[in-house]
């Protein structure tokens, strides 16, 4: 089955780290460029990242450059995304997703992501 | 950065009537070299995920019923559902990939 698997997501302090993981299965995952799109709740979507085939070259919304790191592992099939410096506007639920020209054709279910003291 | 907006917020539209929805870009998506518009939809129901609905501005994605419809060039787009079914109750959204950052419309919730 064609699918994506999001784990890492829980309760954290601010200022706390996260390691968010995506698992990938059904598909050739190391041909893929892959994203992370998080949603607060009852609001919009908004795009935080992506990375290229072989992780070299990686991309950030300026509201989490220097603080998230996007990475992958195309041997596991999955990519990550560390988040330091942890602020309670980044709570949301975190989609992973396959990128086709920029579109996302594929996404996960959502890791849940909550900052608060 | 490309701002995208929609219109309108919400619709309530009866079972096989045609809802229409609206996207605007700040700027234009189009790359004029290889004539496509670079604007995707997504339809998300309730607890789901979104779920890609058409690409280059009006190509349907594999699966997706031929009642949904893209069209628009430039920095106005729209998205048709012909005759509206019970199950396309959702919240529908525009999104550019011209670009980094790509940027998402604030969403359009259609109801019966």
């Known amino acids: 089955e064609v699918q994506l698997v999001e784990s890492g997501g829980g309760l954290v302090q601010p200022g706390g780290s996260l390691r968010l993981s995506c698992a990938a299965s059904?598909?050739?995952?190391?041909?893929?460029?892959m994203h992370w799109v998080r949603q607060a709740q009852g609001k919009g979507l908004m795009w935080v990242s992506r990375?290229?085939?072989?992780?070299?070259?990686?991309t950030y919304a300026d509201s989490v450059k220097g603080r998230f790191t996007i990475s992958r592992d195309n041997a596991k099939h999955t990519q990550y995304l560390q988040m330091n410096s942890l602020r309670v506007d980044d709570t949301a639920v975190y989609y992973c997703a396959r990128g086709f020209y920029g579109a996302f054709n594929l996404w996960g279910q959502g890791t849940v992501v909550t900052v608060s003291s | 950065d490309i701002v995208m907006t929609q219109s309108p917020d919400s619709l309530a539209v009866s079972l096989g009537e045609r809802a229409t929805i609206n996207c605007k870009s700040s700027q234009s998506v189009l790359d004029s070299s290889k004539n496509r518009n670079h604007l995707a939809w997504y339809q998300q129901k309730p607890g789901q995920p979104p779920s890609l609905l058409i690409y280059?501005?009006?190509t349907r994605e594999s699966g997706v019923p031929d009642r949904f419809s893209g069209s628009g060039s430039g920095t106005d787009f729209t998205l048709t559902i012909s005759s509206l079914q019970a199950e396309d109750v959702a919240v529908y959204y525009c999104q550019h990939y011209y670009g980094i950052p790509f940027a998402f419309g604030p969403g359009t919730k259609i109801d019966i």
């Open positions: 059904g598909f050739t995952f190391s041909n893929s460029w």
């Open positions: 280059w501005a009006s």
């Open positions: 990375i290229n085939i072989d992780g070299t070259d990686t």
